[in-house]
Nanobody, 120 residues
C-alpha cells in the first residue's frame, strides 16, 4: 500500500502563487507516474497535470497550461505543482495521484486532497 500526502493548499488572492506538494511513502516512487487532479463539489474529478517517473514527459490540461508547472524530486519521493497567476476558478480541492503511465489512464493511488481557495 502506498500513501500519498498532499500539502501546500490555502487561501490566496487572484494573481498569487501556491506550490502544492505530494509525498509518497513508497521507495520505488521513481517508477510511478504522478499526477494532479482537482474536484469541485458535485462535479467529477478532472485532470490537471501529470509527469512521468523520469520527469522527461509532462502533460497539462489546457486550462492551466502556462500557469501551472508539475515537477518531481525522486530523492524526496515528492511531486510538486507550482501554481502561478491563480484565478478564482482554480478554487477547489486538489488531489495527488500515482499510476503506471503519465497519461493517468490508470490510477493506483490517490491522496486525501488539499483545498485551494482563490479570492477575487
Amino acid at each position: 500500500q502506498v500513501q500519498l500526502v498532499e500539502s501546500g493548499g490555502g487561501l490566496v488572492q487572484a494573481g498569487d502563487s501556491l506550490r502544492l506538494s505530494c509525498t509518497a511513502s513508497r521507495r520505488t516512487f521513481s517508477t510511478s507516474a504522478m499526477g494532479w487532479f482537482r474536484q469541485a463539489p458535485g462535479k467529477e474529478r478532472v485532470f490537471v497535470a501529470a509527469i512521468s517517473g523520469d520527469a522527461l514527459t509532462t502533460y497539462y490540461d489546457h486550462s492551466v497550461k502556462g500557469r501551472f508547472t508539475i515537477s518531481r524530486d525522486n530523492a524526496k519521493s515528492t511531486v510538486y505543482l507550482q501554481m502561478n497567476s491563480l484565478k478564482p476558478e482554480d478554487t477547489t480541492v486538489y488531489f495527488c495521484a500515482a499510476g503506471p503511465r503519465a497519461s493517468m489512464s490508470q490510477i493506483d493511488y490517490w491522496g486525501q486532497g488539499t483545498q485551494v481557495t482563490v479570492s477575487s
